[in-house]
């Protein structure tokens, strides 16, 4: 049945998902409303790459419903799928580049492949220069992945989330195993897409110097920086913290209240001052 | 009990599925055929030197063999026409699939699934495609085209092979060694010979895909997938010759 609640973009209503006798994800229910961005933290095997493919249509959950632009996607059919996904742009935790293919062909591939694109390759190939000027990495169009460090793959891989410039983004742990100046950098260019390109933001990640920067920092236009928000904004930017411990959600709520959880497990999470 | 019979047979069921939906694709939209071709390219053209270095040895080894054998009935003459039969039906089609799967099966189970560990299967249907369209089917069309094509280059080699043995060793003429093998041979004979090959093809293929698309573990998930793939698919050729031989022989 369809959902006209415009506010919400996704919406889980008690999922479950199962591999075999262990559950990934253990009744799960969230809102995300239009324009809010989610911090999902979580150690790893907590279940956030799980919820983003169930999110996504890649996994199917075992009980429960998943609603997406007021969609219901639990039982759809893969073919029907590629309609919802064509407003979805995703960042795989590896990249998910196509080793096969170069830099401009990865960025280009959801305009020629999606059914609601198909353009001509002289658009796709502007398109996809301009999505890589946007990380900053337009020189490296006919290079291949293995070819790029680990911080140009993630940015080649933002590239292609926002390619179709899709009013909803997710990201799956887009700083893992980077270093820190590159995970600034990282972050800093999610900050900008949210903010220039007004998109709804699910990131997954296990550091809350990410999701800190994305509820304190925006993005400024006229100085090309993330900078910090006045305290007087400090709303954090319609930023809201969800923490998973073991497929259940431990914790839903915005900053402060992170901040001031008592939770053994979420205070894991914040970074306390001394 | 019950518990043990539980994955193969959903395996089986898995396996079943990947071949409808990759010839159910053959007919419906999009179709890739530059990758068609692509594949074509690295499964036909890449198979060749190994498929003409077997073909022609296992040919030459036959005559040799089969001399000896003739030798005791005093007919040597016929070293053309068992070589011609041997090859065609049976020998040709095996030993050519056989390679091909050496090549093909792993070559796709690794790619596969080096593609499913690094989020590229996930990445591809997020982004529009369908993988078994895009990567199956496209796989599935190539061998099903080249496999026999090979078989028939694989033959003529082996039969050329047998012939410089005829002719150097047993000093048999060109004409007496050529005339025994062509007229032994029947259109029923060269049917099934390529048959064999297109039936072979959906085994290779499919092993390879399957194993490839539900690969977990990893790096080391990767290389028991392309084993198992090249094993499955060299013993369902031997099961399915057996089979298509059963048929054969008793039209």
């Known amino acids: 049945m369809p959902h006209d609640d415009s506010q919400s973009v996704l919406r889980f209503e008690h999922v479950t998902v199962c591999f075999g006798d262990a559950k990934a994800l253990d009744d799960v229910s969230f809102d995300v409303a239009r324009g809010e961005t989610r911090i999902i933290f979580g150690a790893a095997g907590s279940g956030k790459t799980v919820l983003l493919k169930t999110a996504l249509g890649l996994t199917k959950p075992d009980s429960g419903r998943v609603i997406v632009f007021g969609q219901d996607v639990t039982g759809m059919e893969e073919k029907d799928l590629f309609h919802i996904r064509s407003r979805i742009g995703v960042l795989f935790q590896e990249g998910g580049l196509f080793d096969s293919m170069t830099v401009e062909e990865n960025v280009g591939y959801p305009l020629e492949n999606l059914l609601e694109f198909q353009l001509p390759p002289d658009q796709v190939r502007e398109r996809a220069k301009e999505a890589l000027r946007f990380v900053e990495l337009e020189e490296t169009l006919d290079k291949f992945p293995a070819e790029l460090s680990g911080g140009m793959r993630r940015r080649v891989g933002i590239a292609r989330a926002i390619v179709t410039e899709p009013p909803l983004i997710l990201y799956d742990s887009p700083t893992a195993g980077l270093d820190p100046i590159t995970a600034y950098t990282i972050i800093a260019l999610i900050a900008k897409g949210r903010d220039l390109k007004h998109t709804t933001t699910v990131m997954a990640t296990h550091r809350y110097q990410d999701g800190h920067f994305m509820a304190t920092c925006r993005f400024s236009p006229g100085t090309g920086l993330a900078e910090p928000i006045a305290a007087a904004e400090g709303d954090g930017l319609g930023t809201v913290f969800m923490v998973l411990n073991q497929g259940r959600i431990a914790f839903e709520g915005n900053l402060a209240e992170l901040n001031a959880s008592t939770d053994a497990y979420v205070s894991k999470f914040v970074r306390h001052e001394e | ?251």
Not at chain 2, 82 to 107: F, K, N, Q, Y
């Open chain 2, 1 to 251: 009990m019950l518990d043990v019979l539980k994955s193969p047979v959903l395996a089986i069921q898995d396996y079943y599925a990947l071949t409808g939906r990759a010839l159910r694709n053959i007919i419906r939209p999009p179709h890739y055929s530059s990758d068609i071709f692509l594949q074509m390219d690295i499964i036909g053209f890449g198979s060749l030197p190994i498929v003409i270095c077997v073909g022609f040895f296992s040919g030459a080894v036959m005559a040799m063999q089969m001399a000896k054998a003739l030798a005791q009935y005093g007919a040597v003459g016929q070293t053309g026409q068992i070589v011609a039969i041997t090859l065609v039906r049976e020998l040709g089609p095996v030993l050519t699939s056989l390679m091909v799967a050496g090549r093909t099966a792993s070559g796709i189970a690794s790619e596969l699934g080096s593609m499913k560990v690094t989020e590229q299967i996930d990445a591809m249907r997020a982004l529009g495609t369908d993988p078994i369209q895009k990567l199956v089917t496209p796989r599935l069309i190539a061998a099903c085209i080249v496999l026999p094509l090979l078989t028939i280059i694989a033959d003529f080699i082996g039969i050329f092979g047998g012939f410089l043995i005829a002719y150097f060793v047993l000093m048999m003429t060109p004409n007496q060694y050529w005339n025994s093998a062509w007229q032994a041979l029947t259109y029923t004979d060269v049917f099934f010979g390529l048959l064999k090959p297109f039936v072979f093809a959906f085994a290779i293929v499919l092993t390879g895909c399957y194993y490839g698309l539900t690969t977990t573990g990893g790096t080391q998930g990767v290389g028991r997938a392309t084993t198992q793939a090249v094993v499955v698919s060299s013993v369902l050729i031997f099961f399915l010759t057996f089979f298509l031989t059963r048929i054969f022989v008793s039209l």
